[in-house]
């Protein structure tokens, strides 16, 4: 429980700090074996700092929840596009603003650096291990699919106040599993709590970032994809989204088949054949799915994106595809980790003979003239879009829902334009200021 944000929004709504104390009391001793003076005392430390950090700056009146942040969908990509805005154009080869998986930076005449990060799955607090071991794979798929070689990685945990210590050791151990077997070195990292003294509950998040190097003529960025080109994909067995479908689902043996490193055996295949510097462009299958990957490569490189659904279905693993089709879940719109790469069709040959043994691949469509993603199911064409958010796989995001009233989205969208306008103007203020000293922006509460 969040402590400061519950004094915080009791006291917006006129609560007497007595009354607040006395709930507050109430929560920690649910949760904390200590005396009540003690209790009392923490709400009344907390009630203390909430006061005098109440700040009413200008908000968009659009909460994450609302807006389907973090949900892989509509929403979420639309809020990353002003996050694009907010950072701006940038002397990075590959910027925020183009939708990769990585960003890319140039050291020297021809030598790039790749950087990414992944956050873990929130839904694997209770399950560290996991979470550390898809995190990690996740991050090294991103360096992957840009054509380059993982050098580093690092990472950062959050637990807790009330979260055993076992937790970031059995998230490390994770993370490390990866690391090893793939030998790419954990390097540096940090440790942290929740929200400090003001959060109680074991809830755990973290992320693992990477970095990794590649040269010019073999940079994979989804802008490069061209029309006439050929879209191969690799068998996907999901990862963290699959890990807590199955867990919240009742399908545990289906963890199993999540708990593999092909598709980095198989980046690493393309890399050492010297494919890489033919093919267009690589992507993984994660953000919201096929529905989500699409939207985001034809948006980047200005063409439509055509996929046969049949070849495309025989490549999701068979366990996962029972369990996504047992529970009614949309496997074009969920997370499967499949790797998707655009190339030549005259490459296709030397491809699949280059993964044969490593994973299983096939091709699933082409690159057409156009805008938007379309796929081919019994020989009609049909539209894909992502849904507002991803397809609903654990119980509670099915009783939330997959889509949004488009009169409300129209209105969030306005707002949260409104707010990304603030943040760029306060960007630039700040900007102004650091270089010249002169006309402090008031940043505190604004």
Known sequence: MDLEGYAKGALRRGVVPRDIERTLSERILETRDIPDESARRIARAVIEEATRTLCEGRQSGVTMGMFGVGSRGSG???????????????????????????????????????????????????FPFLAGFHVTRASLRDIYVMGARPVALFSDIH????????????????????????????????????????????????????????????????????????????????????????LYNGYPEVVQETLNVSFLRACETLIRSDLITKIHAMTDVTNGGIRGDAEEISKTAGVKIVFDEGRMRRLVNPKVLSM???????????????????????????????????????????????????????????????????????????????QVDEHEFNWMRAQVDTAAADAIDKKQRMVAYLQTGRDPPDIVCS
């Open 324 to 402: 996504l089709d047992d529970l009614q879940i949309d496997y074009m719109g969920v997370s499967i980790d499949a790797l998707l790469i655009v190339a030549p069709s005259e490459l296709v040959p030397a491809i699949k003979d280059a993964l044969a043994g490593v994973i299983r691949v096939d091709e699933i469509g082409a690159i057409e003239e156009g805008t938007g993603a379309e796929v081919i199911h019994n020989g009609q064409r049909s539209l894909i879009k992502p849904k507002f958010r991803e397809s609903a796989y654990t119980p509670i995001k099915k009783v939330i829902g997959e």
């Open 76 to 126: 979420d990509f639309y809020t990353h596009e002003k996050i694009a805005s907010i950072i701006g154009k940038t002397s990075a080869v590959v910027g925020s603003d183009q939708l990769d998986d990585s960003g890319v930076v140039r050291v020297g005449d021809d030598s790039l650096i790749v950087v990414t990060v992944d956050g873990m799955h929130s839904r694997l607090s209770d």
């Open 159 to 246: 637990l807790a106040d009330d979260g055993d210590v076992s937790k970031v050791f059995d998230y490390t151990a994770g993370v490390g599993s990866v690391a090893e077997v793939m030998n790419v070195p954990l390097v540096t990292g940090s440790t942290l709590r929740i929200g400090g003294d003001m959060v109680i509950g074991d809830r755990l998040t973290g992320c693992v970032g990477a970095v990794g190097i590649a040269q010019q003529n073999a940079l994979t960025a989804r802008i490069n994809a061209c029309e006439g080109d050929v879209l191969l994909m690799t068998e996907g067995a999901g990862g963290g989204t699959i890990t807590t479908a199955a």
